[in-house]
């Protein structure tokens, strides 16, 4: 067997330095305990031996030497390299040193270089007893603390389970392909398809029409025929004609038609069909129940029946269609009332009433193609609706409600609606509805709305107070008046209101985009521009919302504003480009709310990503956070946060901070590139003194982090005020500081597996 050499160095209490020469037997031990004794003190050092002399400090030349020599590294035999400190045997983790392989002692007299020789260990070498772990020297030497059968140890060879930072969600996409007449624009990077409607038209001419997929004002139906009347006349049906310009005495034939429309209702009641010519027609018309009767104009343009002033409207109480006809003036256009009451309008134009422009009530039916609403003139500041629909029935299929945006300058015109629905049921498609103070206000009604423009309202584009609703397709763009204080809002669901809203965009909204109140709401494939996303607000009614596929592009103050007793769902969500001048910011705001999301992104904030006041209750999976004030922060009493898979990096001041009186349940969690550490301006309020840190946890938080990494942090890795805190698997290193403390820390009982190391500052903490 052969033989290898080592060198000690030996430094005398007089500092001088003798060079010991001891034989080796091989296998070749990889590491020693060097034992100095004197007559009234014993040091320990262990050593991993090499080719290098090992300097040994001898407190007095008569000291003898003893080297304990193992076949394994220290890390296995769970040593420290370093100074060995002796405890007491009822000291908890207390052990005798590990067996050795060989033990090699010197001659007392150090004066010159003497041989060692194998000698057997001393009683008093087996009665030391060393402790079981140091903590902060397994940290510090990269080790991770670990507990084996309820003994504390270091685990050398340690590999924590380290976070694998989470996929970014899926960007949402509005549509595969825009529907005809819109355009296609693709956000920043050309990840996101939006489909825009053209833009409005100041106003299209009568007998015109700019629908949802319009460029420009299009013919409204077939132009007007050369001749006096329609050429598209029902054949099988009785027709009296009616032409303001006829001769007196008309008999309702074509030859000579009548002159007045009432006059002609009384030949063509109960079933028949009025056909009207080119020109104005003024009648007041009131029909009755049982009655069944066609209107058809020659062309909406320049077929007009102008009603006299003071007029109520038409009052249709039967059966029947009005087709190709403008409504002009009165009170109110059209009144469709009561049961089995049911009018069909097909290219027709109301404009110029000073109440409103059709109102369907009394459990009546009112089908539209092409209606289009304008140029209401109201007589007093009192609300009015474009169209009113109570205990009663309106489909319709291409409806254009126009009020003008002078109800901005808040004179009478601005409590305009477009539509209001109470105890109605309303199946819309094709729908604009541009000004006023709300687009569509629905209390306890059933509402489908299909491919709508909601622009330039005052106050909210769709309001839903109980009820059911179903939204598909929709755009809200320029709600809100602004540089004035106000609560526009795209959607208002509030008081029981439950339903579900399936691709929508948001752009320009100047309060919020959607506010819930009490209400059930599943909201899918949303796109937010320029506008906070959503805010919950207080209400006695539960309410749950669910959010999925949702990307919001400068949303503003805030992203979510949850407040008082809602749960809230929200799975792929993308937040990004907060202003930078506005002052915290918040990505997520909840107090006494709940919210789960899964798969989220949020970037570029100027307050925290998820800030929790009271009683607030936070679940996230999938997350990542870049670019706040703060990551995630809990900031008040009975405030609880659940959190799997989360890279949270480039905060300016903490990560993640856990204040007190809370619980927080983390699992794979990477903090990295905290910046500037916290000022007085209570980035993380209950500790405003304390210096950045990527994990930040304050006194009495229950709280546990599995698999954890802090990284590259400017200041501190992990801050910790009091305890109870444990964490598992984790990795601190690249920080100004690794760990730090406030309080006492008992490393043994509160980091599991963890290493710290690499860190520029020293380990700064108590134990």
Not at 104 to 109: F, G, T
Not at 437 to 465: H, M, P, T, Y
């Amino acid at each position: 067997m052969g033989r290898r050499w080592a060198g000690l160095w030996l430094l005398t209490a007089c500092h001088s330095t003798v060079v010991v020469d001891f034989p080796v037997v091989t296998p070749a031990p990889l590491s020693a305990v060097v034992v100095v004794e004197a007559s009234d003190r014993v040091d320990l050092r262990a050593l991993e031996l090499g080719g290098a002399p090992l300097p040994i400090f001898s407190a007095r030349p008569t000291d003898t030497l003893t080297i304990l020599y193992y076949g394994r590294p220290l890390s296995e035999l769970q040593l420290v390299p370093g100074i060995l400190p002796l405890v007491s045997e009822d000291e908890p983790g207390a052990r005798p040193l590990p067996p050795t392989q060989q033990i090699l002692a010197s001659d007392p007299d150090f004066d010159s270089v003497r041989s060692f020789k194998e000698v057997e260990l001393s009683d008093r070498l087996a009665r030391l007893r060393i402790a079981g772990v140091v903590p902060q020297q397994c940290l510090q030497n990269g080790g991770c603390l670990d507990q084996v059968e309820g003994q504390l140890s270091c685990d050398w060879a340690c590999q924590p389970n380290l976070p694998l930072p989470p996929a970014s969600p899926e960007v949402p996409r509005l549509y595969q392909q825009c529907p005809i007449g819109y355009s296609a624009r693709m956000l920043r990077d050309g990840e996101l398809l939006v489909c825009d409607p053209p833009p409005r038209l100041a106003s299209c001419a009568p007998g015109e029409w700019q629908g949802a997929g319009d460029a420009e004002c299009v013919a409204d139906g077939p132009a007007c025929p050369v001749g006096r009347f329609s050429t598209s006349l029902p054949t099988r049906r009785r027709l009296i004609y009616v032409d303001p310009d006829a001769a007196p005495g008309g008999d309702g034939s074509a030859a000579a038609p009548f002159l007045g429309l009432g006059e002609a209702l009384n030949v063509a009641l109960p079933d028949g069909v009025v056909a009207l010519s080119k020109g104005e027609h003024t009648a007041a018309l009131q029909l009755p129940e049982t009655a069944r009767v066609d209107l058809i104009g020659a062309c909406t343009a320049q077929t007009i029946i102008g009603l006299p002033a003071g007029d109520q409207g038409l009052a249709w109480r039967g059966q029947g269609e009005l087709r190709d006809l403008t409504i002009r003036g009165a009170v109110r256009a059209l009144r469709v009332t009561g049961s089995p009451a049911s009018a069909t309008l097909r290219r027709v134009l109301v404009e110029g009433g000073s109440e409103g422009g059709v109102l369907v009530e009394g459990g009546a039916r009112l089908i539209a193609e092409r209606l289009r609403i304008r140029d209401l003139r109201p007589e007093a500041p009192t609300e009015l609706e474009l169209v009113a629909v109570t205990t009663s029935t309106l489909t319709a299929r291409g409806l254009i409600l126009e009020m003008g945006t002078d109800g901005y300058r808040l004179r009478a015109p601005e409590a305009r609606k477009g539509l209001e629905v109470i105890q109605g049921t309303v199946d819309l498609r094709e729908v604009v509805i541009v000004g006023g103070l709300q687009g569509i206000a629905a209390d306890q009604s059933r509402v489908v709305l299909e491919g709508a423009l909601l622009q330039e309202a005052k106050k909210s584009g769709f309001r839903a107070a109980g009820g059911q609703f179903l939204l598909r397709d929709l755009t809200m763009r320029d709600l809100g008046v602004p540089g004035l204080a106000g609560d526009a809002t795209g959607l208002e669901l509030r008081d029981g209101a439950a339903g579900r809203v399936e691709r929508a965009s948001f752009r320009a909204v100047f309060n919020r985009s959607v506010r819930v109140e009490g209400a059930n709401v599943t909201l899918t494939d949303l796109v937010v521009e320029q506008a906070p996303v959503m805010q919950i607000a207080p209400n006695a009614i539960p309410c749950r919302t669910r959010f999925q596929r949702l990307h919001a592009e400068q949303p503003g103050k805030y992203g979510f504003y949850l407040t008082q007793g809602c749960e809230v769902e929200a799975d792929d969500v993308w937040m990004r480009g907060f202003p930078s001048g506005t002052e915290n910011g918040d990505g997520v705001y909840l107090n006494g709310s709940t919210l789960v999301g899964r798969r989220w992104s949020l970037e570029d904030g100027t307050g925290g990503g998820f800030v929790a006041w009271p009683d607030a209750t936070l679940e996230l999976e999938d997350l990542q956070l870049r670019g706040f004030k703060v990551g995630i922060g809990l900031f008040a009493t009975g405030s609880s946060l659940t959190l799997r898979r989360a890279r949270i990096s480039e905060s300016r001041a903490v990560g993640v901070c856990l204040a007190p009186d809370g619980l927080a349940r983390i699992e794979d969690l990477l903090v990295e590139r905290t910046g500037l550490p916290i000022t007085e301006d209570g980035a993380c309020p209950a500790e405003q003194s304390a210096g950045g840190a990527a994990l930040l946890v304050s006194a009495n938080l229950d709280a546990q982090v599995l698999r954890f990494e802090l990284r590259d942090n400017r200041d501190t890795g992990l801050l910790v005020f009091d305890g109870p805190f444990v964490g598992v698997d984790g990795s601190i290193h690249g920080n100004g500081i690794g760990v730090r403390s406030t309080t006492r820390l008992r490393l043994a009982e509160q980091l599991v597996r963890v290493r710290v190391y690499d860190n520029r500052g020293d380990l700064a903490l108590e134990d």
